[in-house]
Structures are given as C-alpha cells and as structure tokens.
Nanobody, 127 residues
C-alpha cells in the first residue's frame, strides 16, 4: 500500500518561495501519476499541478502557471512542488496524491481520480 508524506510547508512572505516534498513508501512511485492539490477550509480541493509517471508531461492551472513547478525523482521515490513568487491567495493546506497508471504519458487533474493521498502540509503566505 502506497503511503505519501508531504513536507516543506511553512510561513513565507509574499514573493517568497517554498519547495514541497512528497515522499512515498510502500511502493515505487515510478508507475504513478502525481498530483498536487490545495484546500482552504470551507472550499473544494483545488488542483495545482500534475506530472505523468515518465515526468515528461506536466500541467498547471492558470492560477499557478509560471510560478509553480512540479517534478519527480523516481530514484528517491519523491515528488516536489517548487513554488515561487508566492501570493497570499496561495495560502492553503497542500496535498500530494498518486494514482497508478500503465500509460507513462497520462495525467490527471481531477481529485476524484486519485486513490492515494498524503496528510497535507500547510503553506501560509503573509502580505
């Protein structure tokens, strides 16, 4: 059973950067699509980025495009989310998610498409 643990969250000033990590155990990540999502209380979970199992395909919503970068290191069984030029509206609990796939190019932007989730890490951006 795959388990995911996020880390790297914290408090940062507007314009600053953070790098989130998603460490996997129990299985190898190399055959999983990885997604990052965020959520604030009372709102639905919002898709932030996704990367194919091959690492060749990445996608972002317009709200973070050009500021966030998703990556993966299959040798370390870890995925990352580099977040630059952070804004107060980026404040949320951030979650990584994984879904097994046979297609190295497939991606998934829907939360319901992921079976495995981490516990989340809080990111707070002060103005």
């Amino acid at each position: 059973q795959l388990q995911l643990v996020e880390s790297g969250g914290g408090l940062v000033q507007s314009g600053g950067s953070l790098r989130l990590s998603c460490a996997a155990s129990g299985d190898t990540l190399e055959t999983y699509v990885i997604g990052w999502f965020r959520q604030i209380p009372g709102k639905e979970r919002e898709w932030v980025s996704t990367i194919s199992s091959s690492g060749l395909n990445t996608y972002y919503p317009d709200s973070v495009k050009g500021r966030f970068t998703i990556s993966r290191d299959n040798a370390k069984n870890t995925a990352y989310l580099q977040m630059n030029t952070l804004k107060p509206e980026d404040t949320a609990q951030y979650y990584c998610a994984a879904q097994p796939t046979l297609d190295p190019r497939s991606v998934n932007i829907e939360a319901r498409g992921y079976d495995y989730w981490g516990q989340g890490t809080q990111v707070t951006v002060s103005s």
